[in-house]
């Protein structure tokens, strides 16, 4: 079944302890990104990934790094949380920037 | 920059009444639209999406949307909704903004309340 796939779903934790938040595609697509959800604010893109070791800025990528060494995974790093931070969180894959993304069912953290 | 407009923030509707919900985006160039839901506690899923040719799309459940260049419009629309349309609903859009770069914006989103 084509799925993309986040974990944790849900993580509590403090100020400063770094975290990261997998995700994982299994349709061979090339485009993935990383997206908070907010209230009243929609969705607002963090990172994205055209391609393997590519990767750029979306609209809000303040407290975020990302990676992708492999195709099939594009990892979430905050390196130090912020109670700002607490959201939820969804990975996005397609086969192109232009086409329709796959979502993964999201993660909801929450920084204390 | 670009933006993109959905212009009701909660709509609340009986079954069986008739839905519109608005968007505008700010560009007028090239662009790829998209609808996309989330039920509760889901992930965000593709309803239909709009690239080129007829401007009236349809998408899964009896949803469509229509695409008017002129009024920098993307709206859906079902005849008919059913308490299983509750949920909130994205309009995305995609702008082609040179030498191979796009950009990606969603809507704020439009939650959906259908009243059995």
């Known amino acids: 079944e084509a799925q993309v796939t986040q974990n944790p779903r849900y993580l509590i934790t403090v100020t400063g302890k770094k975290l990261t938040v997998t995700c994982s595609q299994n349709?061979?697509?090339?485009?993935m990104s990383w997206y908070r959800q907010d209230p009243g604010l929609g969705l607002r893109q963090i990172y994205y990934?055209?391609?393997?070791?590519?990767?750029d800025k979306g609209d809000v990528p303040e407290g975020y790094k990302v990676s992708r060494k492999e195709k099939r995974n594009f990892p979430l790093i905050l390196e130090s949380p912020s109670p700002n931070q607490t959201s939820l969180y969804f990975c996005?894959?397609?086969?192109?920037?232009?086409?329709?993304?796959?979502f993964g069912d999201g993660t909801r953290l929450s920084i204390l | 920059a670009q933006s993109v407009s959905q212009h009701n923030h909660h709509v609340i509707l009986s079954e069986a009444a008739s839905l519109e919900l608005g968007c505008n985006y700010s560009?007028?160039?090239?662009?790829?639209l998209f609808w996309y839901v989330q039920y509760p506690g889901q992930h965000l899923q593709l309803l239909l999406k709009y690239f080129s040719g007829d401007p009236l799309v349809k998408g899964i459940k009896g949803f469509e949307a229509e695409f008017i260049k002129s009024k920098f419009s993307f709206n859906l629309r079902k005849p008919s909704v059913q308490w299983s349309d509750t949920a909130e609903y994205f309009c995305a859009v995609i702008v082609y903004s040179g030498a191979g770069s796009y950009q990606l914006t969603f809507g704020k989103g439009t939650k959906l309340s259908v009243i059995p």
């Open positions: 996005a894959s397609s086969l192109g920037r232009t086409q329709p993304q796959h």
């Open positions: 349709m061979n697509h090339e485009y």
């Open positions: 990934s055209m391609n393997v070791e590519v990767t």
């Open positions: 560009y007028g160039g090239t662009v790829n």
